[in-house]
C-alpha cells in the first residue's frame, strides 16, 4: 500500500531552487529541516522537464509505526506549483511543503 498526498503549493514553483536549497547537503544546524535531513537523507534525484524527482532515505527507526523502514519515500515537485509526497507521514510532508513554498 502506498500512502500519496498532493498538494497545489502554488502557481509555480523553482525546482532547481528547491533542491538546491530545501533539499541541498552542508544545511546549517539552524535550517528548520536540519534534523530531518539528518535522519532522513536524500538517496538520489532525477530530474524531468517540468519537474525534479527526490527519493529520501527510508524513516528512522524510532519513526512512525505505520512507514517500513523498506517503503521507498519520493517527494515530486513540479514546475507549476504541484508537490505529490509518497510514503511520507503527514508530519514531515508539512514541514517539507512550509520550505517549498519559500520557492514559489
Known sequence: RIR???VQAASS????????KVFGGG???S???ADFFATSPIIRH????TNV???LSPPPANGLPSLSPSVPRYVAIYRFGSV???NISTKEA???LEQIKKHA
Open 46 to 49: 532525477v530530474f524531468g522537464r
Open 94 to 96: 508539512s514541514r517539507l
Open 13 to 20: 514553483i523553482d525546482v532547481v531552487a528547491v533542491l538546491s
Open 27 to 29: 544545511m546549517p544546524r
Open 84 to 86: 505529490v509526497f509518497f
Open 53 to 55: 524527482i527526490i527519493q
Open 4 to 6: 500519496v498526498r498532493s
Open 31 to 33: 535550517h528548520p529541516l
